[in-house]
């Protein structure tokens, strides 16, 4: 199959996302006051309602309401003052009232849309002019969302002696009836996306919004959120979309993008020797890297969607939602913003700290504590250095960098320094001082050593003005032995330069 890039020149990708979101920090299900919890033993958190007993009545679940208002609310939707619960009718062991409840053609929110930043080689995917470039490449594509809606998840099943899931050949199902009934919301985007790396971007993007807004855990691992992926491909320049083919078991960021890579090549194979896209759902196989036919789209589903006469139409108050907006917090694009202009961060690392909730709480406990010139180098070591550790306080943290912006350790001292420390509650200075890593700063005592060495290897001084400018790192390294490494590299690179330049 030819490359991607190579496809993306001749063809144009479309992609639709359809993303459910488990509300994990929620305390019951949707429709019941079961516990919400997947970690309890199966089939214990069940009820009538859930389990779909004649006669059991189901009562909405207020919170799971103010989560997707919020939702909708931080992806720029239209909040619907009244909208549906339908039933959708199909036959299978996992729903065990024969009918999921979620929503009609109203959903709680419609109409909204994510932008999103494609920067760095994500961006060269798309190599056409219908956005605009900037000189890096970097370019902002808006994505349309149609809607969020409110459902219920099914229960779990596993087939045990199955194949990666798949029902064939298995041996035997088990249900777990846990899972029935979890407030679930369903993000449907419009066919906006033209690569994988947008369709990887906005998951993600999707997943950092919802994470600040507390509303799941959003483990991509673990099944609470999920993706399916759309796509379809044209030829450049024409309008009309191709038939689509839908993948499911996509369970990681990079799956996503691998997953439609591999399809949009494979659709292009298959029009290119003159055959036909079927519309089809496809199962993608991480280990094989490839997606193979689960089933084929013959008929429409006739799932017989009719209101839920149970629940009565469901109207939301302009003060309900306004509650609702009142509890959205800070999202991650006005964070960053926020990082780049108050602490004068570099854009890529202050997008990185606000994008991750416990990161931008962990990096603002931080900086709190230090002078404001130390605080991009806090951004630093959070970015660079933390995430390899287990447990190091923000206090160690704030200490770590002080140390560090005051040319006072060197970057791998630091991180040295936090390996000794992770998980314990020593203070990096302590270490530093018995370790004697502490660097001199004491630049009449780095002069003199720079001059000793400068007098010594006259060879190297002849080839630096020659201009061999490189030399300039065996003279540091000189230095460092010279002052038996006590002296700071970057304060003798600067020194060696002033001299041999003067
Ligand atoms: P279906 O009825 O097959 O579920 P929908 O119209 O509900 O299809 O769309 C499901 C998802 O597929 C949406 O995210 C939508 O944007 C996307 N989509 C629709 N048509 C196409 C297409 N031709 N190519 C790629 N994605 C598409
Ligand atoms: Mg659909
Ligand atoms: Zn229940």
Same mark, same amino acid.
């Given at each position: 199959?030819?490359?991607?890039?190579?496809?993306?020149?001749?063809?144009?990708?479309?992609?639709?996302?359809?993303?459910?979101?488990?509300?994990?920090?929620?305390?019951?299900?949707?429709?019941?006051?079961?516990?919400?919890?997947?970690?309890?033993?199966?089939?214990?958190?069940?009820?009538?309602?859930?389990?779909?007993?004649?006669?059991?009545?189901?009562?909405?679940?207020?919170?799971?309401?103010?989560?997707?208002?919020?939702?909708?609310?931080?992806?720029?939707?239209?909040?619907?003052?009244?909208?549906?619960?339908?039933?959708?009718?199909?036959?299978?062991?996992?729903?065990?009232?024969?009918?999921?409840?979620?929503?009609?053609?109203?959903?709680?929110?419609?109409?909204?849309?994510?932008?999103?930043?494609?920067?760095?080689?994500?961006?060269?995917?798309?190599?056409?002019?219908?956005?605009?470039?900037?000189?890096?490449?970097?370019?902002?594509?808006?994505?349309?969302?149609?809607?969020?809606?409110?459902?219920?998840?099914?229960?779990?099943?596993?087939?045990?002696?199955?194949?990666?899931?798949?029902?064939?050949?298995?041996?035997?199902?088990?249900?777990?009836?846990?899972?029935?009934?979890?407030?679930?919301?369903?993000?449907?985007?419009?066919?906006?996306?033209?690569?994988?790396?947008?369709?990887?971007?906005?998951?993600?993007?999707?997943?950092?919004?919802?994470?600040?807004?507390?509303?799941?855990?959003?483990?991509?691992?673990?099944?609470?959120?999920?993706?399916?992926?759309?796509?379809?491909?044209?030829?450049?320049?024409?309008?009309?979309?191709?038939?689509?083919?839908?993948?499911?078991?996509?369970? @990681?960021?990079? %799956? #996503?993008?691998? $997953?439609?890579?591999?399809?949009?090549?494979?659709?292009? +194979? *298959? /029009? !290119?020797?003159?055959?036909?896209?079927?519309?089809?759902?496809?199962?993608?196989?991480?280990?094989?890297?490839?997606?193979?036919?689960?089933?084929?789209?013959?008929?429409?589903?006739?799932?017989?969607?009719?209101?839920?006469?149970?629940?009565?139409?469901?109207?939301?108050?302009?003060?309900?939602?306004?509650?609702?907006?009142?509890?959205?917090?800070?999202?991650?694009?006005?964070?960053?913003?926020?990082?780049?202009?108050?602490?004068?961060?570099?854009?890529?690392?202050?997008?990185?700290?606000?994008?991750?909730?416990?990161?931008?709480?962990?990096?603002?406990?931080?900086?709190?504590?230090?002078?404001?010139?130390?605080?991009?180098?806090?951004?630093?070591?959070?970015?660079?250095?933390?995430?390899?550790?287990?447990?190091?306080?923000?206090?160690?943290?704030? @200490?770590?960098? %002080? #140390?560090?912006? $005051?040319?006072?350790?060197?970057?791998?001292?630091?991180? +040295? *320094? /936090? !390996?000794?420390?992770?998980?314990?509650?020593?203070?990096?200075?302590?270490?530093?001082?018995?370790?004697?890593?502490?660097?001199?700063?004491?630049?009449?005592?780095?002069?003199?050593?720079?001059?000793?060495?400068?007098?010594?290897?006259?060879?190297?001084?002849?080839?630096?003005?020659?201009?061999?400018?490189?030399?300039?790192?065996?003279?540091?390294?000189?230095?460092?032995?010279?002052?038996?490494?006590?002296?700071?590299?970057?304060?003798?690179?600067?020194?060696?330069?002033?001299?041999?330049?003067?």
């Amino acid at each position: 199959m030819k490359k991607l890039q190579e496809v993306l020149r001749d063809w144009e990708a479309v992609i639709g996302l359809e993303v459910h979101t488990e509300l994990t920090t929620l305390e019951t299900k949707m429709f019941c006051d079961c516990r919400l919890s997947h970690d309890d033993e199966p089939n214990t958190n069940v009820c009538p309602v859930c389990l779909g007993m004649p006669g059991a009545l189901p009562v909405p679940n207020r919170k799971a309401i103010e989560s997707i208002v919020m939702a909708g609310l931080a992806t720029n939707c239209e909040i619907q003052p009244r909208s549906y619960f339908y039933r959708k009718h199909y036959f299978y062991p996992d729903m065990s009232k024969n009918y999921q409840t979620t929503q009609g053609p109203v959903a709680f929110c419609m109409y909204g849309h994510l932008d999103l930043e494609v920067t760095g080689q994500g961006a060269k995917e798309r190599p056409d002019s219908t956005v605009s470039k900037a000189s890096d490449g970097s370019y902002v594509a808006p994505i349309r969302i149609l809607r969020i809606h409110m459902e219920e998840d099914a229960a779990k099943m596993v087939h045990v002696g199955g194949t990666e899931g798949r029902i064939t050949s298995a041996a035997e199902s088990l249900i777990d009836y846990n899972r029935c009934g979890t407030p679930l919301i369903e993000l449907v985007t419009e066919p906006d996306l033209r690569t994988p790396e947008e369709a990887r971007l906005f998951m993600e993007k999707l997943r950092q919004t919802f994470l600040t807004l507390g509303i799941s855990d959003c483990s991509l691992e673990n099944g609470s959120m999920r993706c399916d992926g759309n796509v379809s491909i044209r030829r450049r320049g024409t309008t009309e979309f191709g038939t689509k083919t839908e993948m499911k078991n996509i369970n @990681s960021f990079k %799956s #996503l993008h691998n $997953a439609l890579e591999y399809e949009i090549c494979r659709q292009a +194979e *298959v /029009l !290119e020797e003159g055959g036909i896209v079927y519309q089809e759902t496809r199962h993608w196989e991480p280990s094989k890297r490839r997606t193979v036919v689960m089933r084929v789209k013959e008929t429409a589903d006739d799932y017989r969607m009719y209101p839920d006469p149970d629940l009565a139409p469901f109207d939301l108050s302009d003060e309900f939602v306004e509650r609702c907006r009142a509890r959205v917090p800070e999202l991650p694009d006005a964070k960053r913003d926020r990082y780049i202009n108050d602490f004068g961060l570099k854009r890529a690392d202050a997008a990185q700290i606000a994008g991750d909730p416990a990161t931008a709480t962990f990096f603002e406990q931080a900086v709190a504590t230090v002078k404001d010139k130390v605080v991009p180098t806090v951004a630093n070591v959070v970015v660079n250095l933390v995430p390899a550790t287990k447990a190091v306080t923000s206090a160690q943290v704030a @200490s770590l960098s %002080s #140390l560090l912006a $005051a040319d006072a350790i060197t970057f791998a001292q630091a991180r +040295e *320094v /936090l !390996e000794v420390i992770d998980g314990t509650t020593m203070d990096p200075e302590k270490i530093v001082d018995e370790r004697g890593m502490r660097q001199s700063t004491d630049t009449d005592a780095l002069s003199a050593t720079v001059e000793e060495v400068l007098a010594r290897c006259t060879d190297q001084v002849r080839q630096y003005k020659e201009g061999n400018k490189k030399v300039v790192g065996f003279l540091v390294g000189q230095c460092m032995k010279a002052s038996r490494g006590t002296g700071n590299p970057k304060l003798f690179n600067q020194l060696l330069r002033e001299r041999l330049e003067a």
